[in-house]
């Protein structure tokens, strides 16, 4: 037997529960990874929680739950190239990574797509970009991000912002980003001037950027988009990840399924180089897979959540 964090009814927290499934297998084409650790996003307790966004991607109950994973292939089916049983590798399963195996097809693209883990990055690391490395990588390629720009971030500090902020400072941009004032000392560190969100956005990265904001991305709802067009930045230089098919005038709507090939490379990379950090708030074990929910849920964490296996 296997264990997977299974629930059988949309709910919250208190619906997840460590279950002895049948241990899967490896078939052909497929690798099984022995998974060690998964970093927690905002989409996972939202398809446990919501039904329409479970039926928009396809998830029933009863359901698996997690997306990104880190761990060792421990078994290869037939006809696999590319990968072999003992190789450290990342990648993402929906609604399936946390568990202590998960059967993948290979090669897979997109944010299905299974990938070796640097010798100098921890499983822990590892297990936290499928989902936000791609969709940061994706928001800022949407609005042609590049040096001598001025971005606002919406959601500075959350768990795809900070790949955002260190990703736009690489790019030679400069960055404001919005947060709570209680996080105003972590955004510094990653580089990024911050600002607090809410009513007068606007005003206030004026006061911050006098020179104007040539770019914007919007991380958590449509505030910071809608802040960005009132000052003057066009439409197309302006993403969004959360809006829910809602975006304000001609804000390009995007998402990890939109990152180009290479993205995840190309950041795994950076953080070997030291050039991107990937800062882990709270590390769980399995066991205790309700308590790191309800951190990550709570939308107050600075960084990465984790749950190790």
Do not use: C
């Not at 919005?178 to 005003?203: I, K, M």
């Not at 950076?270 to 800062?279: F, L, S």
């Amino acid at each position: 037997m296997s264990r997977a964090i299974m629930y059988e009814k949309f709910g919250g927290p208190e619906v997840l529960d460590l279950r002895e499934v049948p241990e899967p297998h490896a078939g052909p084409g497929e690798v099984r990874v022995r998974v060690t650790a998964a970093g927690l996003n905002p989409m996972d307790w939202l398809l446990a929680s919501m039904p329409e966004a479970a039926e928009r991607f396809g998830v029933t109950l009863p359901s698996g739950f997690g997306h990104d994973y880190a761990g060792v292939v421990d078994e290869a089916g037939a006809g696999v190239t590319g990968f072999a049983v003992g190789d450290r590798v990342y990648g993402g399963a929906l609604s399936r990574a946390v568990a202590d195996h998960v059967v993948v097809k290979t090669p897979m693209e997109g944010p299905e797509a299974l990938h070796r883990t640097p010798e100098d990055i921890s499983d822990e690391v590892a297990g936290t970009l499928a989902v936000a490395g791609a969709t940061a990588a994706a928001a800022l390629a949407s609005i042609g991000l590049g040096s001598g720009d001025t971005v606002l971030v919406g959601g500075a500090a959350g768990g795809v912002g900070v790949f955002v902020v260190q990703l736009a400072k690489l790019a030679g941009a400069r960055v404001i980003g919005t947060a709570s004032e209680s996080t105003f000392a972590f955004l510094r560190q990653l580089g990024a001037e911050p600002v607090a969100y809410g009513d007068g956005l606007a005003d206030r990265v004026r006061e911050v950027a006098p020179g104007g904001v040539t770019a914007a991305t919007d991380l958590f709802g449509t505030e910071t988009a809608e802040a960005a067009l009132a000052l003057g930045v066009r439409p197309e230089r302006i993403s969004t990840i959360a809006a829910g098919g809602n975006a304000p005038g001609g804000v390009r709507e995007t998402g990890g399924f939109d990152a180009e090939p290479g993205s995840l490379e190309r950041i795994a990379k950076a953080i070997v180089a030291g050039d991107v950090t990937v800062p882990i708030a709270a590390t769980f074990p399995v066991e205790r897979i309700r308590d790191a929910v309800e951190l990550q849920a709570g939308r107050h964490v600075h960084g990465k959540v984790v749950v190790t296996l």
